[in-house]
Antibody, heavy 119, light 108 residues
Framework: EVQLVETGGGWIQPGGSLRLSCAAS????????MTWVRQAPGKGLEWVSV???????YYADSVKGRFTVSRHTSQNMLYVQMNSLSAEDTAVYYC?????????????WGKGTTVTVSS | EIVMTQSPATLSVSPGERATLSCRAS??????LAWYQQKPGQAPRLLIY???TRARDIPARISGSGSGTEFTLTITSLQSEDFAVYYC??????????FGQGTKVEIK
């Protein structure tokens, strides 16, 4: 079964750092484009970052310079390192797979992990 | 950035009736549009891609149409499991993906 499971969320003070993880099963992360998408409380979906199969990464302007996406190929894990966190980063963070044909839609989503940034 | 605008924000529909949701792109995106369903406390679920292609296991009562800048998601004969929030997403201009703000389909 194709599945994504995010972990690592929690409460963090403004200015702090947190690393989220996403464990994949049923497919190989390194063969796919993998994204992080977040959803602030009561709000819509916001794309955060992507890592291509060749390792190229892109970020939304709102997180550029603060977030870093990476992966561990042998463990089939995706990560996002989040630094200099602010209240505006409070959200549920989802990892999602871009479709295998790389057309661009997201066909598999994890259940998400919640990040709360507050003093 | 391509801005996606959904309407209405909330749609009140009786079970068994038809729901029509709209999504407009700020510039032409061809057919590079997906629809997702999200229920409370759950992750988004892919319903439609390429504007009109149903994803795996999506029932035929859910359909998508449109191209360019105007898109529609139609759900005929609404079932209890269809009451949720629906998001459109463009993938014409990635790696900058953008979503609409969502349409909540609620029970009338």
């Amino acid at each position: 079964e194709v599945q994504l499971v995010e972990t690592g969320g929690g409460w963090i003070q403004p200015g702090g750092s947190l690393r989220l993880s996403c464990a994949a099963s049923g497919f190989t992360i390194s063969s796919n484009y993998m994204t992080w998408v977040r959803q602030a409380p009561g709000k819509g979906l916001e794309w955060v970052s992507v890592i291509y199969s060749d390792g190229t990464t892109y970020y939304a302007d709102s997180v550029k310079g603060r977030f870093t996406v990476s992966r561990h190929t042998s463990q089939n894990m995706l990560y996002v390192q989040m630094n200099s966190l602010s209240a505006e980063d409070t959200a549920v963070y989802y990892c999602a797979r871009v479709d295998s044909g790389n057309e661009g839609y997201m066909d598999v989503w994890g259940k998400g992990t919640t990040v709360t940034v507050s003093s | 950035e391509i801005v996606m605008t959904q309407s209405p924000a909330t749609l009140s529909v009786s079970p068994g009736e038809r729901a029509t949701l709209s999504c407009r792109a700020s510039q032409s995106i061809g057919s590079d549009l997906a629809w997702y369903q999200q229920k409370p406390g759950q992750a988004p679920r892919l319903l439609i891609y390429a504007a009109s292609t149903r994803a795996r296991d999506i029932p035929a009562r859910i359909s998508g149409s449109g191209s360019g800048t105007e898109f529609t998601l139609t759900i005929t004969s609404l079932q209890s499991e269809d009451f949720a929030v629906y998001y459109c997403q463009q993938y014409n201009n990635w790696p900058t993906w953008t979503f609409g703000q969502g349409t909540k389909v609620e029970i009338k």
